[in-house]
């Protein structure tokens, strides 16, 4: 019943999504524009047909349908009922029915949200985008992953339950379906693209009503990634949180570009220039979504976050052929239209400093991107399997990312068209002053090497000109003056400064040691004194848990264990135990499984320094970004300043620094409009009473 049902439910969102897509075209190209109406109605059945699919696989996993491939091979009567409700996503036709759920939510909420417009061109031609995304998911579910194919099942068949890593930390019921929400998200800023690419309607129109759709989209992408390195940190029991792992590497891609189009887009709204590089870099952010899909459901990768089924690998990799030709070929064509109005005026301002961080970044992503798929093509072309690890990723990232730190600090201060050196003396004192106590401070307390501290220099650099901003408009505005984009974002920047200064800490400052004890012995590292108290084993149908209970500094116990399921082929995993503090992470791990007739063990100690920093850092990231969710102070259009005025700083960094936040207008409205004037584009002179506004 099951299998006939959660199939019928995937039919069904392939045949909305098909007369959908081609009843939302058919309209637009032959002007019947009234009929994108019924469009709404094909998208909300699409919602319907993956809630259904979804539901419907949840409740065979909970009844222990067996008879379904899927559940026999991820299922278990043992499997505790959080971890069971996850398993839907531990396997390849399960992420793919959430993908196309996240999508289907996504989709639905554009149709609504868009409801009194859908008549609009731009509009329609987006969603059949959506809908033609939505078909392919809903096509991989009908072909070559199906979540429900049968199969037959010997009596008293228990299943295997989900790979063990996957049940063994309460994270792996978060991290995932927020990687896909910020996956997924990232579509509908892509369709209103390719939309204003097909309507020629490329003006800043389209880029305002898909900014929170695609802040939204990152912050979820941002909070996965940082979930899913918590989650390496606390379950692999390696003692670190990112390995430059091929599929790691596929979530970081999208972000790269994501983050880099969020910054560049600004420039897009104020000036009217970088369209054909906005437009590019968020059609790579959508195709190295589908192609991280691709590394981590194709086979083509080994990796704790890959799947082993490889059948819809070609699928994958056309669609990535087919999305990229398109939006290619769509920049190509409306090539004329897309010439920027406007041009960068001076070297040193906000839009190039912009400029260079969209540089930065995209080269960032191409030293990722490479060292991630060249391997797999080297493979391909004659067989010779490389290995591309850590050391290439780090020569090469670290002084790109000095490099991006340098210009948080530099970009948000920097007025719009040129600055002075005036502005630039007074707006950048305070944060410099930060950068040298801050490698002061680190030098005071045992901090070496060049790297580390440097980050921390410009990450005081960073952070000081993100509170200055904060600061300026609290000080206007009250606390309302942490909402809007700008000010958001500056507590993602204050996120991004602690997830670097920790990255540094704990990477460049660690120590690493595996000692042998026996009970009662003790062994010091790092000045902590370790001892080994005695053996213990829990036991239960699902597990063996066998752990050794270890006393540090003679007043706390962690129990660091090694632990085998039952239901699972494969070998027992680590279970580290972690003492997390605000300077430093005591980080323990069984080399062997602890043996009830020996006395002795092997226990791995590391000592990570401000690693929780970097959670919080992570955490203060998604904080602004819901900040940066919310409109700031609205901005309308005033008189050009033609003298010298009397304001005080505030107003003045607040004038100049705002987000540029224009008036509401609709999509038609602002469709073809090469620039958009606001109060914030006003640049102030500098005033006779020592303003330094530009």
């Known amino acids: 019943m099951n299998a006939i049902l959660g199939f019928g439910f995937v039919a069904l969102g392939l045949a909305a999504s098909i007369f959908g897509a081609a009843g939302g075209a058919f309209a637009l190209l032959s002007g019947r524009l009234y009929l994108l109406k019924t469009v709404r109605q094909w998208a909300l059945l699409v919602l319907v047909a993956a809630v259904g699919a979804f539901v419907v696989m949840e409740v065979a996993l909970f009844q222990r349908d067996y008879s379904l491939a899927y559940v026999s091979s991820v299922g278990s009567d043992e499997t505790p009922a959080l971890f069971n409700f996850a398993a839907i996503w531990s396997s390849l036709e399960g992420s793919i029915l959430l993908w196309t759920l996240v999508l289907a939510f996504y989709l639905t909420a554009v149709v609504v949200k868009f409801r009194s417009r859908s008549n609009d061109p731009l509009l329609g031609w987006a969603t059949v985008v959506m809908l033609v995304v939505c078909s392919f998911f809903f096509a991989l579910m009908v072909g070559p992953a199906n979540p429900f194919l049968t199969v037959d099942v010997p009596p008293g068949f228990s299943g295997p339950g989900p790979n063990p890593l996957l049940q063994n930390h309460i994270l792996m019921a978060f991290h995932p379906p927020f990687l896909y929400a910020g996956y997924v998200g990232f579509t509908v800023p892509f369709a209103f693209a390719t939309a204003a690419l097909i309507t020629g309607r490329v003006g800043e129109g389209w880029l305002l009503e898909t900014r929170r759709w695609t802040v939204a989209a990152w912050g979820f992408l941002t909070l996965g990634i940082v979930l899913g390195a918590w989650w390496s940190y606390e379950v692999l029991g390696w003692g670190g949180y990112w390995a430059w792992d091929p599929v790691e590497n596929a979530s970081l891609l999208p972000w790269l570009t994501g983050t880099a189009y969020l910054h560049s887009v600004m420039v897009q709204e104020r000036r009217g220039m970088l369209r054909v590089w906005n437009l590019s870099l968020l059609s790579a952010t959508f195709t190295l979504t589908i192609l991280g899909t691709f590394l981590t459901r194709s086979g083509v990768v080994e990796s704790v976050h890959a799947f082993a089924d490889g059948a819809v690998g070609p699928w994958l990799l056309a669609f990535f052929g087919v999305t990229s030709a398109t939006s290619i070929g769509l920049i190509a064509w409306r090539g004329d239209q897309l010439r920027s109005p406007g041009a960068i005026d001076a070297p040193v301002s906000r839009e190039a400093s912009f400029l260079a961080n969209n540089l930065l970044f995209g080269a960032l992503a191409f030293v990722v991107l490479l060292g991630t798929v060249f391997p797999l093509v080297a493979e391909a ?42 502005v630039l003396s007074v707006r950048l004192f305070w944060p410099a002053v930060l950068a040298v106590l801050s490698m002061a401070v680190a030098l005071l307390l045992g901090g070496r090497g060049v790297y580390p501290i440097i980050t921390f220099g410009l990450g005081g650099f960073a952070a000081g000109a993100a509170i200055r901003q904060v600061v300026l408009a609290t000080r206007r505005q009250g606390w309302r003056g942490l909402v809007g984009r700008t000010n958001g974002g500056m507590i993602v920047h204050l996120g991004v400064v602690l997830l670097a200064v920790g990255i540094a800490a704990s990477e460049s400052y660690k120590s690493d040691r ?3 004890l026996g009970v009662g012995e003790s062994a010091s590292v790092e000045g902590h004194e370790f001892t080994y108290l005695e053996p213990g084993a829990d036991v239960n149908d699902r597990r063996l848990r066998t752990f050794a209970l270890i006393g540090i500094d003679g007043d706390d116990v ?58 919080v850092g992570g955490a203060l990231m998604g904080l602004g970004t819901v900040f940066a969710l919310f409109p700031g102070r609205r901005r309308r259009g005033t008189e050009p300043v033609s003298a010298p005025i009397a304001v005080d700083d505030a107003a003045i960094e607040l004038a100049d620094e705002g987000d540029g936040r224009p008036d509401d207008r609709s999509v038609t409205d602002l469709s073809t409009e090469s620039d958009v004037s606001t109060e914030s584009d006003i640049e102030p002179e500098p005033s006779p009473v020592g303003g330094d506004g530009h």
């Open 514 to 516: 595996t000692v042998a």
């Open 558 to 615: 962690y129990a660091p264990a090694v632990t085998t399921f039952f239901q699972a082929a494969t070998r027992p995993v680590p279970t580290p135990s972690v003492k997390s503090g605000l300077t430093k992470d005591l980080y323990l791990v069984l080399d062997q499984i602890p043996d009830p007739d020996d006395d002795s063990i092997r226990l791995r100690v590391i000592v990570r320094p401000m690693v929780m920093w970097m959670w």
């Open 381 to 422: 072309w004659d067989g010779t399997r490389l290995t591309i690890g850590r050391p290439y990723f780090d020569s090469l990232g670290r002084p790109l990312g000095l490099a991006l730190l340098f210009l948080m600090a530099t970009a948000p201060v920097l007025p719009w068209r040129k600055a002075s050196a005036e």
